[in-house]
């Protein structure tokens, strides 16, 4: 599946159940990687990547980090060196005060 159609259905789930989210760089719509930041509204966040587990031959979601829970300026700064990287980055930030994945449910 493209990657950009996987970013525009949890986006539409986001918007219908009124959560806040951001899109901080769009990335390649066919091809790009997510890195999806959770922001607890508090200095805290997840921040998530896409890793493939080639197993089973699927994408998973893995901290960006070691730590699970981040500073938001640690991640921010991590989001940014990415940036640089990867024009090809999507990164989505979602408020979210449980800091749960949205992306996991599609």
Do not use: H
């Not at 991590?78 to 979210?96: G, N």
């Amino acid at each position: 599946m493209q990657i950009g159609l996987v970013i525009e259905a949890t986006l539409k789930d986001l918007t219908t159940r009124g959560q806040a989210f951001y899109i901080l760089q769009r990335g390649n719509y066919a091809s790009g990687l997510i890195v999806v930041k959770l922001n607890a509204l508090d200095g805290n966040c997840r921040l998530l990547t896409q890793q493939r587990n080639y197993l089973e031959d699927k994408l998973e979601w893995a901290p960006a980090l070691q730590e699970e829970i981040v500073s938001e300026v640690d991640a921010d700064a991590w989001i940014e060196r990415s940036k640089q990287r990867d024009p090809d980055l999507w990164v989505i930030e979602i408020e979210d005060r449980a800091m749960k994945n949205a992306f996991e449910l599609i």
